[in-house]
């Protein structure tokens, strides 16, 4: 029996979206929308704005989902959809170490992620491109825009989880995901 289980996954670049959003759907055997997948084309080029909307609106489509991103351009499509908001709020310390051994894995491994891409590790420790440099910059500004966001009307029928810690994530994995 479906429970429209339609999950939106937030937090900081780096927080852990993805991973905990690819637990979830094979838990629950529900679909995994990762939303850069869909926003970065091959070489790294964006998506345009309306093609990026389209896709996350047709990708949202079904009845079941878990998805990650924070892509403001789609919020109002993902959040109306959305049946429950995971929030990962983890400290700016946490980010960032998970930052790097995911940069350094991925580069070291030249693993391949969306659409041929790969991850240039000299870029994300020397360049203003980093990932790093973005988390510090957006990491406090995305807080109070999405707790902002949360008190709008139209979002009222989420369920909001939000994690502020491993440990706290743990144990919502183990206690609440069969409840989801």
Known sequence: MSTNRRIAIIGTSGSGKSTLAQQISRHLTIRHVEFDAYRHGPNW?????????CDINEALSENEWVADGNYNIV????????????WLDYSISLVLWRL???????GLLRQKL?????????????????????ALETHWSMKVEIQ??????????????RLVDRQS????????LHQV
Do not use: C
């Open 75 to 86: 919020r109002d499509i993902v959040w109306g959809k959305a049946t429950q908001i995971i």
């Open 45 to 53: 080029t964006q998506t345009p704005d309306l093609q990026f909307r």
């Open 148 to 161: 902002e966001a949360l008190k709008q009307s139209e979002y009222s029928h989420i369920n909001v989880t």
């Open 169 to 176: 994530t743990e144990y919502w994995m183990s206690i609440n």
């Open 100 to 106: 790097f051994k995911r940069t350094l894995k991925r």
């Open 114 to 134: 969306w659409n041929g891409n790969r991850e240039n590790i000299l870029q994300h420790f020397f360049t203003r491109d980093s990932l790093f440099l973005w």
